[in-house]
């Protein structure tokens, strides 16, 4: 069966402190790892597309990596401004359709 | 630029009332999605479209119902309203069928059955 698990559920952070947020996954056929960020009352918004191991993208204080198993989201000297939800989706299977991880919430305090 | 755009907002219902949720997408998107997001659970599809006239169940349908008469639009139904059915809606859209293609959300619509 198809899966995404995050962790952690929530993390917490000062200002500067670097971290990783971890995205683990099994999925039939991997056509794509996608992250996306929400804010409270809002839509997620796309942050990142992987599609194959060692693959890596950047924006900003973000970078996200993905290997055959697992994607980690990056965070270097994280502002307050980051703090949101960060959810991790996988496309694969026969349908294509997004599966979902159940989100880490980070709040970074100043 | 719009993007996609969910009425209403807040809707708050009585339990067996009936309602359409509308989504509206102005980037010419091929596939649509309606999903919902319950605490501890996650995004989950209710019910997706690849295509103007074709619907195709998700993970959760039951209880919904969806029509595709536009290409621009996307409609959620409730025909009879459950406690259970309380949730944040969301539609998404994205273009043609590659595996590259990006989902773009609405802002969400929030239901209180009561």
């Known amino acids: 069966e198809d899966q995404v698990t995050q962790s952690p559920e929530a993390l917490r952070l000062q200002e500067g402190e670097s971290s990783s947020l971890n995205c683990s996954y099994t999925v039939s056929g991997l056509r794509g790892l996608f992250w996306y960020r929400q804010d409270p009352g809002k839509g997620p918004e796309f942050l990142f597309t992987?599609?194959?191991a060692g693959e890596e993208k950047e924006k900003e204080r973000l970078k996200a990596t993905l290997t055959k198993k697992e994607s980690f989201l990056h965070i270097t000297a994280p502002k307050p401004e980051d703090s949101a939800t960060y959810l991790c989706?996988?496309?694969?299977?026969?349908?294509?359709?997004?599966?979902f991880g159940k989100g880490t919430k980070l709040s970074v305090k100043p | 630029n719009a993007g996609v755009t969910q009425t209403p907002k807040f809707r708050v219902l009585k339990t067996g009332q009936s309602m359409t949720l509308l989504c509206a997408q102005d980037m010419n998107h091929e596939y649509m999605y309606w999903y919902r997001q319950d605490p501890g659970m996650g995004l989950r599809l209710i019910h997706y479209?690849?295509?103007?006239?074709?619907?195709a169940k998700g993970e959760v349908p039951d209880g919904y119902n969806v029509s595709r008469l536009k290409k621009q639009n996307f409609l959620l139904g409730l025909e009879s309203a459950a406690p259970s059915q309380t949730s944040v809606y969301f539609c998404a859209s994205k273009t043609g069928h590659d595996s590259g293609n990006t989902i773009y959300f609405g802002e969400g619509s929030w239901l209180t059955v009561v």
């Open positions: 479209s690849v295509g103007e006239g074709t619907t």
């Open positions: 989706a996988v496309r694969g299977g026969s349908q294509g359709n997004l599966i």
């Open positions: 992987l599609y194959s």
